[in-house]
């Protein structure tokens, strides 16, 4: 069921084009059509096109976003580096936890850097999926992560793993002398207007890196527009715009999707345009389309979610099929500032271009 909000200051819908309308209520209506959906917000050039809520959700109640918080994680990582607080990425993780390495005597897992945990190529056994309920009910969620056995070298291939994201959230509070979450209200959260909801923590404090964080909606628009803006956000610098040159890069790709990875942003190509994504389990994603220059944002209940994902395919679909084409409708194939070359998506993000590899 559709649930219509009153336009707002802050999120009043851009007048569409008089043969767009039809066009907008059709995305509605498919997108009602997936069950599992509770809202889909779709910003162009910074204007507001759609913000519709589906069966009831509150429009302003923060959402458990899942694994789209692994995103967040990655542009945190990027600030702290920016700031100085971590010197770059090819740190390795040992240094940060000297108490846990006395008793690994491993020496492949001393070479881990936060660069190989920010690609899942750490090496490491994972410990989502089947290791998933081993970890989260252990009582020590770093020890956990660093005493998974080697199943590949680091800087290898792709180990989707939760405790990656993990250990860079405690490698954050660790070198920021502040917690994630006060971190993140400083130098993300605050400057942005955000106003995150629970934050789960694991049982030493330390904020989950990479799941359970509840965004509201219209934040989430917030990260994407930021992203396209090169790193400011209404003209003040939030990440510099070279970390996110190398966060939207492609590093590996998932053993289970066909999806290409960067720094906990992932990437494919949908209807010939490259769109970029934070993903969370459920449903929950935050889509950047740079060479429409446009966001999209669409959140899903998480009641009857499972493993299955079966609605992944009429997600990609909508997006496809029917909110890509209303995009491009807006500013007609010939207006785009870049065409797209055989050797590799050229995306403006800002005033930047990033080469996808």
Do not use: C
Not at 27 to 37: G, H, K, P, R
Not at 56 to 78: C, D, E, F, T, Y
Not at 121 to 139: C, K, P, Q
Not at 206 to 218: S, T
């Amino acid at each position: 069921m559709l649930l219509n909000i009153a336009p707002t200051a802050l999120s009043a819908p851009a007048a569409a084009p008089e043969d767009s309308s039809s066009s907008l209520t059709a995305i509605s209506e498919q997108a009602d059509a997936i069950t599992s959906v509770r809202s889909l917000l779709i910003q162009k050039n910074g204007e507001l096109l759609l913000e519709q809520y589906f069966d009831g959700q509150p429009p302003h109640r923060p959402m458990n976003i899942k694994s789209a918080s692994k995103s967040i994680i990655s542009l945190l990582v990027g600030i702290a580096i920016d700031r100085g607080l971590i010197e770059n990425k090819e740190v390795r993780v040992e240094q940060y936890f000297p108490e846990y390495f006395e008793e690994i005597s491993d020496p492949e897992k001393r070479t881990i850097t936060i660069e190989d945990l920010l690609t899942m190529r750490s090496g490491l056994e994972t410990t989502s999926f089947h290791n998933y309920g081993r970890w989260v009910v252990s009582d020590d969620w770093i020890k956990f992560a660093l005493e998974q056995p080697m199943v590949d070298s680091p800087g290898d291939d792709m180990e989707y793993s939760t405790g990656s994201s993990h250990l860079l959230s405690v490698i954050i509070e660790k070198s920021a002398g502040m917690s994630t979450r006060d971190f993140a209200q400083e130098y993300l959260f605050g400057p942005m207007d955000i106003q995150p909801g629970s934050w789960q923590q694991d049982p030493d404090g330390y904020y989950f890196g990479g799941n359970n964080l509840a965004l509201k909606p219209v934040d989430m628009l917030k990260i994407g527009q930021m992203i396209l803006g090169g790193g400011t956000y209404e003209g003040r610098r939030i990440v510099s715009k070279a970390w996110l040159a190398q966060s939207f890069q492609t590093y590996t790709r998932s053993k289970y999707n066909p999806y290409d990875y960067g720094y906990m942003w992932w990437n494919r190509p949908v209807a010939g345009h490259k769109v970029y994504f934070a993903w969370g389990f459920g449903g929950q994603y935050i889509f950047i389309i740079p060479e429409l220059e446009a966001v999209v944002v669409l959140t899903s209940s998480l009641q009857n979610a499972n493993q299955s994902r079966s609605y992944k395919q009429p997600v990609f679909n909508l997006l496809g099929k029917r909110i890509l084409p209303l995009l491009i409708q807006q500013i007609g194939l010939n207006d785009q500032r870049e065409s797209r070359s055989n050797n590799g998506t050229i995306s403006f993000f800002g005033t930047g271009v990033i080469r996808a590899q």
